[in-house]
């Protein structure tokens, strides 16, 4: 618990293929949270060029993971939508947290090994140091909250430890300087400057499953295209990739029990209903003992559904690359202004001079 004002922060990269589980397991969450929350959505630019990005399909990226924040729902004259490289205070605060984190911390991070492969030596710096700067995204604006798949939880994890350990190794100095909050941590008080951040994840999409291999994870950088679908996918598209989704032979279960071992038909349940705002049981009750010839016609009429609207959408807003533009250096002239603040806190904290 912190007295900290509650605020919501969320990131996606912009790295190509923005898909479902993308939609589902966080940008529909986003949505939602705007009627409750001030929230601040960033296009994570900085994190896309860990790995290599062909400059002028990042510019497009950008501009398209834009585009389906606003298609979606999010509201930018109400909320904050920025991209990260125009915010630069993310990149300072990161340095600073390059200093509180622990090499051990990150080298257990499971992204960084999934993403770096067998060849370690080779991968980036800053895919090594990806989570501080994630960190420093969300501890730039002390958010409270951070809606995300359940990928990230591990990340989110980390962004706490650091909060924590910053709060602790300055603690005298905090105190100090009257910059701390009220926070609980386990069964302490404390006065601490960064608040440690709640996730928030969960829901039947948390976790969308490739349409391939239900063991694997949905992902932009899956190779094959049939393993996800794309937010931009056209009608067809998207039903021929649900015909084409592996399934196992047996008829869908009544009871939740009933999906158990079987990871592809677990996946297209919870597909159905993070699409329909019911949970997994509900889809069971509708369509237990049906076939997939049944089932997987009536998901993918659903998504088109779901998606259509929003997809149309993106394209138009992709159009105007004037209007996109305007939108992220209003959000960026918004985030900098409380970006500023808290650096100039963190510096004077940490003992630079001329913070202010
Ligand atoms: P990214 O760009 O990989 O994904 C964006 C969001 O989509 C979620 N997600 C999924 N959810 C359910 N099923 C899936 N198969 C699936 N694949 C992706 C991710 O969990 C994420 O919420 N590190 C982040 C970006 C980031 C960030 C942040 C997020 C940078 N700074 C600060 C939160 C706060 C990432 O790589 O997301």
């Excluded at 922060?9 to 190509?16: A, C, L, R």
């Excluded at 926070?183 to 006065?191: A, L, S, Y």
């Excluded at 019911?278 to 049906?290: H, N, P, R």
Aim: aromatic share 6%; charged share 25%; hydrophobic share 40%.
């Amino acid at each position: 618990m912190t007295t900290i004002p509650e605020r919501v922060f969320s990131g996606v990269q912009p790295t190509g293929n923005l898909h479902l589980g993308n939609y589902l397991g966080a940008i529909k969450k986003f949505v939602a949270l705007q009627e409750s929350h001030d929230c601040i959505y960033c296009v994570v630019d900085l994190h896309a060029i860990t790995v290599w990005q062909d400059p002028a399909e990042l510019q497009q990226n950008i501009r398209e993971v834009t585009a389906a924040f606003i298609a979606s729902g999010i509201d930018p004259t109400k909320h904050i939508v920025f991209n990260q490289s125009q915010v630069s205070e993310h990149a300072e605060l990161a340095w600073v947290f390059n200093c509180v984190a622990r090499m051990g911390w990150l080298s257990r991070m499971t992204q960084f090994k999934e993403k770096a492969g067998k060849d370690r030596e080779k991968a980036s710096v800053g895919l090594f140091s990806y989570p501080t700067l994630m960190a420093s995204d969300i501890l730039t604006y002390r958010a409270t909250h951070v809606p995300v798949g359940e990928d990230q939880k591990q990340h989110l994890e980390l962004t706490r430890d650091i909060a924590q350990k910053f709060n602790n190794d300055y603690s005298d100095r905090i105190a100090q300087l009257d910059l701390g909050v009220p926070m609980q941590v386990g069964d302490e008080h404390v006065n601490g400057y960064f608040p440690l951040t709640e996730p928030i994840i969960g829901g039947p999409a948390a976790r969308v499953m490739s349409l391939r291999d239900g063991t694997k994870k949905m992902s932009k950088s899956d190779p094959s295209d049939l393993s996800r679908i794309v937010m931009t996918d056209d009608a067809d598209t998207i039903a021929k990739k649900f015909k084409k989704a592996k399934t196992d032979p047996d008829a869908l279960p009544s009871e939740i029990e009933g999906l158990k071992d079987r990871p592809e038909a677990d996946n297209l349940v919870g597909l159905y209903a993070a699409l329909s705002d019911t949970d997994k049981a509900s889809v069971l009750g509708e369509f237990g003992g049906a076939q997939f010839g049944t089932f997987k016609p009536a998901l993918a009429d659903l998504a088109v559904d779901r998606i259509g609207p929003i997809a149309n959408e993106m394209r138009r807003l992709m159009d105007d690359h004037t209007h996109i533009d305007a939108i992220l250096a209003d959000g960026s002239e918004q985030a900098r202004a409380i970006a500023r603040k808290t650096l100039a806190d963190t510096k004077e904290i940490v003992g630079f001079i001329g913070a202010r």
